[in-house]
């Protein structure tokens, strides 16, 4: 493991030296990585910087030692703080409990006190990555998570298509009964919200008796995964015969028992059966549209989907994994990845569907990202007059693949166009808004990030990436800018220029500006 990092803040430089000087960091276990004068300094220069101790003294301008380890605790809480000080008063002993500061020491620093404290501090430091690192308990911390785990990866399941390879090992993992029988299918009881059963049963114990029912119901006629919803039991089930008339049986008999044990009416939808796992979405989103047609059918009975709407199978079923690949290389995929896709897709498997239907199929994928995004369909996909042509049999295969390669590329680059137009419309707004702004002494990234709807992690890497500049190095840049000028043009006291440009201490704005330019304010003027 390398050395643990530790940045050193005190407002004498001597201080800070002497520290270092006295101290072999390296046997202990630590590297110096910036030291700072002042705590604003040191906060800034924590939010770039991955640090594992801080150390702080308490008296210094600008912002003491408390304070900074008051926003430290904030914004980085597994950091420790090591305070120390020539102030043997109680109150700040308190303060200091407060902030969980790992250690207090007293000025002088004493190079023996130091090392026994640095010692501790490295020890609490190594205890803590062992815990995390404790095989024991986290093999039982992973175990008492897994009920949980294997509940969301259901419903990852059931939400979209999965790649088949991760999703079987996933199923390997849980031990999941749907990996048995041919037929997968997916039941979904509807409970009507606010329905409280016989005996004031509240909403979550209607739901908690239904999903037993349901259980008793399937029990011992296939393999099933059961869970509750917000306002349903979903059945994951399989078999290793045609399960729809005994699956429409079964819940036909649970929608009668809530009605008579429970008083209440539920409505079960039923999607098709698939035979394999990556299709369950389907099934699952079949039983939810199902669950709808109780409006015609009337509630209080199991809705089988096909019996509602009596459709084939069109060639879009024929490969989602490989067209959920092909949009993501639209998004983010090279040239050479979006051709290899469209090969694929095209080729097929042997499976009987001519290029044309394949093509279709791949279409059916396309145009919803097109109209979800508003790319333009005519600028995507050409005049349509001429690709519907091309979908006509007799099309040669090559002249297909040319074409959707073409409508693929064309909106990568759309959509590549897009995210950079955003990110620069972004930095843009935030330019305006700080510029605009700069005079706010509390314009913090926060409160600038508030005002785009953006989280700060996106934001400070689109930042950097446009203008080079932190956030905190773009705002520092204006606010000299316009001191430089107010110095120039007016003859405003310094104390003034610095509460024009958003500095709430005078002696703080001097600090900042001597250290942008050299020289203090007051000179610069002359």
């Known amino acids: 493991m390398g050395f643990y990092k530790i940045m ?9 030296e002497a520290i270092k000087r006295k101290i072999d960091w390296n046997m202990l276990g630590f590297e ?37 380890g008051a926003e430290l605790a904030k914004r980085k809480p597994n950091l420790k703080l090591i305070i120390f000080s020539g102030f043997d008063a109680f109150e700040y ?12 020491v007293l000025k002088p620093v004493d190079a023996e ?98 999903r037993q029912m349901m259980e008793e119901a399937l029990r011992g006629r296939c393999h099933r995964e059961l869970f509750l919803s917000l306002s349903s039991v979903i059945a994951v089930t399989a078999w290793d015969k045609d ?38 979405y389907r099934s699952y989103g079949e039983a939810r549209a199902a669950i709808e047609y109780k409006a015609v059918t009337g509630g209080g009975k199991p809705i089988y989907i096909q019996d509602m709407e009596r459709i084939d ?19 983010f995929g090279s040239k050479e ?38 790319l333009g369909e005519e600028e995507m996909l050409g005049p349509r007059g001429e690709w519907l042509s091309l979908l006509a049999e007799g099309t040669p295969t090559k002249e297909l693949k040319d074409w959707l390669q073409r409508v693929c590329l064309n909106m990568s680059g759309s959509l590549d166009r897009r995210r950079v137009s955003t990110a620069k419309r972004l930095v843009e707004e935030a330019e305006r808004y700080i510029r605009e702004n700069y005079q706010d002494s509390h314009l913090s990234v926060d409160k600038l990030c508030a005002h785009l709807h953006i989280s700060q992690s996106y934001f400070s890497t689109i930042f950097k990436q446009e203008t080079g500049r932190s956030y905190v190095q773009y705002l520092t840049d204006v606010r000299m800018e316009h001191a430089v000028e107010l110095l ?25 500006f001597k250290k942008r330019f050299g020289m203090s304010p007051s000179q610069f003027r002359k």
Request: hydrophobic letters at 40%; glycine letters at 8%.
């Open 8 to 16: 050193i803040v005190d407002d004498e430089a001597e201080v800070r």
């Open 32 to 68: 110096i990585v910036a030291d700072a004068e002042n705590g604003r300094d040191a906060l800034e220069k924590a939010e770039t910087l991955d640090l594992d101790v801080v150390m702080t003294d308490i008296k210094m301008p600008f912002m003491d030692g408390l304070e900074l």
């Open 93 to 104: 002993a308190q303060e200091a409990i407060k902030l969980n500061v790992v250690e207090y």
């Open 113 to 210: 006190e130091l090392t026994a404290v640095l010692r501790r501090v490295r020890d609490l430091l190594d205890a803590e990555i062992a815990q995390k690192r404790n095989i024991e308990q986290l093999t039982e911390a992973y175990h008492k998570s897994l009920p949980l785990m294997r509940e969301k990866f259901i419903q990852e399941l059931l939400r979209g298509p999965m790649d088949p390879a991760e999703l079987h090992r996933q199923c390997d993992r849980f031990g999941l009964a749907v990996r048995e029988g041919r037929q997968k299918i997916v039941a979904v009881c509807d409970i009507p919200p606010g329905a409280e059963g016989n005996g004031g049963l509240t909403d979550e114990l209607v739901s908690v008796s239904t």
């Open 243 to 280: 399960p729809v008339e005994s699956l429409m049986s079964l819940m036909g008999e649970v929608c009668l028992e809530c009605s008579r044990v429970l008083g209440i009416t539920v409505t079960v939808g039923i999607g098709r059966p698939y035979q394999k796992l990556e299709d369950l």
């Open 313 to 331: 199978r069109t060639p879009v079923d024929m490969d989602t994994h490989r067209e959920q690949q092909l949009l993501s290389a639209i998004k």
């Open 337 to 374: 990845q979006i051709s290899t896709m469209v090969g694929q897709l095209l080729e097929g498997g042997g499976d009987g569907w001519s290029p044309q239907a394949r093509a279709i199929g791949i279409l059916g994928a396309l145009l919803p990202v097109i109209q979800r995004y508003k």
């Open 488 to 512: 120039r043009s007016t003859d405003d006291k310094t104390y003034l220029v610095a509460e024009k440009v958003g500095y709430d201490e005078p002696n703080y704005f001097s600090y900042v």
